[in-house]
């Protein structure tokens, strides 16, 4: 795998906290798990893992998420919340940050698939997981953040060929993943600080700005009972997605969402 850029990874960061402490793994199970690990230990808010290779890293409801050792980036990092419990909009913030990330470093103009997909050029080419960890009394929100930035279309396997991309597919020539992962920082940081003083509104209008695309259109959440069929209706300000069904409009908070694009 070729070396980390760390220089321009440095030179591109511009946050107070977020992202100074990296620790570029050779080798991990999950970049969450090893995050999570350390919430004990200080400086747990400045911590970010990238993995040069992971091994069992996660999607959304226990899904393995596809890894390349020369194109993917994953990394986690981890956030104290103020509330109890971290807010889901942490994932849209997240998503936030990495559709600006990758539109700054590239011009790329990418979709958010709500709520925690990056779509460039009508594929999947990202993905974010949080989860909930307490540590010293504290709540975290640990987010790992998987992005296919230089693989071609012909390195997915089958069953991925027909819905997955990268930005390099997406753009006809590879980007500097340091550049991304820097950038995303830069992002994310004020997303975190908007999130506790303002709530989640702010964060929520600027995810319905990337997805865009995907209003007005057919849609099934799968939320662990009964899916949810309808017509997507945007967002909420608190960040659930407004599904307009035979019976009336539903507000849902999580759970996976299937687009019909057509039409």
């Known amino acids: 795998m070729a070396a980390f850029n760390l ?8 946050t107070a906290r977020l992202g100074r402490e990296l620790a570029v793994i050779d080798e991990t199970a999950s970049t969450n798990d090893w995050v999570a690990a350390r919430l004990d230990l200080d400086g747990a808010d400045r911590r970010v893992a990238v993995a040069r290779r992971q091994t069992a890293g996660r999607g959304r409801r ?4 596809f890894f390349d050792e020369e194109g993917s980036l994953a990394f986690s990092f981890a956030a104290r919340m103020s509330a109890a419990e971290p807010s889901p909009v942490v994932t849209l913030a997240a998503g936030v940050a990495l559709a600006g990330a990758v539109e700054e470093v590239t011009g790329a103009r990418p979709a958010l698939k709500y709520p925690n997909d990056l779509i460039l050029a009508e594929r999947k080419a990202g993905g974010i997981l949080t989860e909930l960890r307490r540590a010293s009394g504290a709540s975290w929100a640990v987010t790992g953040v998987g992005v296919n930035v230089n693989i071609p279309l012909a390195a997915f396997p089958r069953e ?3 819905s997955a991309g990268s930005v390099m597919s997406a753009l006809g020539a590879p980007a500097p993943k340091e ?7 830069n992002h994310m940081e004020p997303l975190l600080e908007t999130l506790d003083k303002q709530g989640p509104r702010p964060i929520v209008e600027r995810f319905r700005e990337y997805a865009a695309p ?14 949810v069929r309808g017509v997507a ?7 659930a997605l407004l599904v307009e069904t035979a019976g009336g409009t539903v507000s849902v908070i999580s759970g996976e969402t299937t687009f019909r694009m057509e039409g």
Do not use: H, Q
């Not at 220089?7 to 511009?14: D, V």
């Not at 550049?179 to 920082?185: D, E, M, N, P, S």
């Not at 209706?233 to 960040?239: E, I, L, N, P, T």
């Open 160 to 162: 991925l060929e027909w």
């Open 233 to 239: 209706r945007g967002m909420d300000d608190s960040g």
């Open 7 to 14: 220089a321009l990874y440095e030179r591109l960061l511009a």
């Open 62 to 65: 226990g899904r393995s998420w």
């Open 179 to 185: 550049a991304i992962l820097a950038v995303f920082f």
């Open 214 to 227: 995907f209003e007005g259109k057919p849609v099934m959440v799968s939320t662990g009972s009964e899916p």
